[in-house]
Nanobody, 116 residues
């Protein structure tokens, strides 16, 4: 069993910053990628950013230049530094872990609210 626990969400004004963290614990498989997804009310869940074991990153176009994903392999932790936040970034942010055999694991999510 794999547990992913997110933290760092909250309420912030537009232009502000937040840093999300996700710690993986339990029977952690060999990790291919870790990433962050988000789901706004009435919308589908979308990929925000991902990072491979070799620290190759990918970002949604909407967050490029504003968000930075990083990971600490020793701590089984992935981070998402979010700068210049906009109201449209408001969503529940979910941590994802994908193993090398293709299994996906999800956290319960952390709410980010950006006020205008």
């Amino acid at each position: 069993q794999v547990q992913l626990v997110e933290s760092g969400g909250g309420l912030v004004q537009a232009g502000g910053s937040l840093r999300l963290s996700c710690v993986a614990s339990g029977s952690i498989p060999v990790i291919a990628t870790m990433g962050w997804y988000r789901q706004a009310p009435g919308k589908q869940r979308e990929l925000v950013a991902s990072i491979t074991l070799l620290s190759i990153t990918a970002y949604a176009d909407s967050v490029k230049g504003r968000f930075t994903i990083s990971r600490d392999n020793d701590k089984n932790t992935v981070y998402l530094q979010m700068n210049s936040l906009k109201p449209e970034d408001t969503a529940v942010y979910y941590c994802n872990l994908r193993s090398t055999d293709g299994l996906n694991y999800w956290g319960k999510g952390t709410l980010v609210t950006v006020s205008s």
